[in-house]
């Protein structure tokens, strides 16, 4: 049964999908039933891959993936250039395993965040359901076209959930976001052209064994050995191709820096993400900021790190330089914002700085501090929006400066409310505190010890979490301190009724879990040990 776990986490929602095509538009609560149970389910099995997953196997990097499935999928002869071919080959390690239980947490949120949609919910709720597939499909996928395949199938859905069920700017929201992310991916499909016609499938061509035939294929594992491209290639790593002047592989690494970094999203490629934000609906806002972002951070992490460690180490400053900005830049744009969601979206870009500041540092601890990042943040980022959501319900307003006194008024919902924004802001037994000290020490160590960063990349940091605290301090006291204050008094106190039983288990769900990862933090570093090692080997092996 473990053989087939990652086709039925990746493909159960999307199965629900099409049973939603067979049933009556009017069915509305049989449409949420079928979601909420696909979802369900799929988070069950993120859960049983994690507990079945098994830590500290001391394999080779290229070896040390579980629960793999490899069909070959497509085949096709190139002439000269040799057999082509593409994979079904699905696989977790270290590095992904904790973002398939994130899918199912996220996704969960999301679909309970979405329960007060009332128009269109067989499209709403089929929509969701592809938008998880993708995702799902992008963390488990080895084979880049595969992979890449995933990547994209997540923008349409994602395209409709903001242009068809946002706010009053909807359709420029969800088309800034698709304009943005298809460029991006263009960039993307250049390197992965580029990587196909210079790899060589070693183990696929001695299997084949056609004279003068050598077999290409996208299997991402064996792209890490240097060994594999033929020499003289595009992106041969001995030949030192020039395009422009600049190094061929260099020039595809900031190829993939800008796609993946359009989803992560690194300063100034972020304008797209406080616009889909503001627009987008609650349960939209969840996904957007817990996995999408992800996505593009986990590109980085499975796709250009290890494809390119000696062009990460060749230019890893400005990539750090990049991660520093993101976080200062972010965080004083929070401090001006007066719409409660557009606050929350830039502290994400901000904390997605850290991630890339870690992920630049390339020590052990740095980078095991940005997986920990992309966790902790997926699962903090869902909590605020969902605050955010609870007010724009209520009152059909997120600006911060209508409100005040909100505790008097909503003890639940404010208690709640603070403990999250206490997390977010870092506060010491949140996960949030874990993953910036892990990124902080490793900035420091990579800059003290192999100057891959500069000092004042980790001042950046620090000073960034001065800023996000602020806001979030800034927050709490004009909302919910102090005498009660309703820009529309008379009409909005009657309709800020407490959190309701659903809207509370959220919440509280959501603030355990990053309590727990706060002071177990062990739950994701001690799974990602092994993987994490070989993974870090990978860059010395490639130095120049």
């Not at 497509?74 to 994979?87: K, P, Y």
């Not at 390119?308 to 001006?336: M, N, Q, R, T």
């Not at 106190?493 to 659903?502: A, E, V």
Request: net charge neutral.
């Amino acid at each position: 049964m473990t053989g087939f776990l990652l086709s039925l986490f990746v493909f159960i929602p999307s199965l629900a999908a099409i049973l939603l095509l067979c049933l009556p538009q009017s069915a509305s609560s049989v449409h949420r039933s079928v979601s909420g149970i696909a979802l369900g389910l799929q988070c069950l099995l993120g859960f049983a891959v994690f507990f079945l997953f098994k830590s500290n196997t001391g394999q080779e990097y290229e070896g040390n993936f579980q629960f793999t499935e490899k069909i070959e999928w497509i085949r096709f002869d190139m002439g000269a250039l040799g057999i082509w071919t593409v994979d079904y080959f699905l696989g977790v390690d270290g590095l992904s395993v904790h973002l398939l239980w994130l899918t199912g947490v996220v996704m969960l949120t999301a679909f309970f965040s979405s329960l007060s949609i009332r128009e269109k919910t067989k499209a709403f709720y089929g929509l969701l359901l592809l938008l998880s597939t993708a995702i799902a499909g992008c963390f488990v996928s080895l084979d880049l076209f595969l992979f890449y395949l995933f990547f994209e199938l997540m923008l349409l859905p994602m395209y409709f959930l903001i242009g068809l069920w946002g706010g009053t700017q909807k359709e420029y929201a969800a088309l800034k976001f698709l304009i943005f992310t298809i460029v991006g991916s263009v960039f993307i499909l250049i390197v992965m052209i580029g990587l196909n016609l210079s790899f060589v499938d070693l183990e696929k061509t001695a299997m084949l064994d056609v004279p003068g035939k050598l077999v290409r294929s996208f299997n991402m594992p064996a792209m890490t050995n240097p060994d594999a491209y033929e020499a003289g290639s595009f992106l041969d790593p001995g030949t030192y191709n020039q395009v422009f002047g600049f190094d061929a592989r260099v020039l595809a690494l900031v190829f993939l820096l800008i796609g993946f970094g359009v989803k992560l999203p690194i300063v100034p490629l972020h304008t797209w993400l406080p616009d889909a934000h503001v627009e987008a609906p609650t349960s939209v806002s969840v996904i957007l900021a817990g996995l999408l972002l992800k996505t593009g951070a986990y590109g980085l992490l499975r796709v250009a790190w290890p494809l390119f460690p000696a062009e990460v180490v060749d230019i890893g400053w400005y990539i750090g330089l990049a991660g520093a900005i993101s976080i200062v830049y972010a965080a004083l744009a929070a401090l001006g914002q007066y719409d409660l969601k557009r606050l929350i979206a830039y502290t994400s870009v901000a904390h997605m700085g850290f991630f890339l500041l870690g992920l630049a540092s390339l020590s052990t601890i740095g980078v095991a501090g940005s997986l920990f990042q992309l966790i902790s943040h997926g699962i903090i980022s869902s909590g605020l929006f969902v605050v955010a959501g609870v007010l724009y319900d209520r009152t059909g307003d997120r600006i911060i400066d209508h409100y005040s006194g909100l505790a008097k008024l909503m003890p639940w919902f404010v208690g709640l409310s603070v403990a999250l924004f206490f997390a977010a802001l870092g506060l010491p037994g949140f996960s949030g505190f874990v993953a910036e000290l892990l990124v902080l020490l490793g900035s420091f160590e990579s800059a003290s010890q192999s100057q891959q960063l500069s000092i004042w990349f980790s001042v950046a940091g620090l000073a960034g979490i001065v800023v996000g605290a602020a806001c979030f301090l800034l927050a709490i006291r004009k909302m919910f301190l102090g005498k009660v204050w309703l820009k529309e008094k008379e009409d909005w106190i009657p309709k800020m009724l407490d959190l309701s039983t659903r809207e509370k288990t959220i919440l509280v769900v959501l603030l355990f879990i990053t309590l727990m990862l706060g002071l177990q933090p062990n739950i994701i570093l001690q799974a990602s040990n092994a993987s994490l090692d070989e993974w870090i080997q990978l860059f010395p092996r490639f130095g120049r």
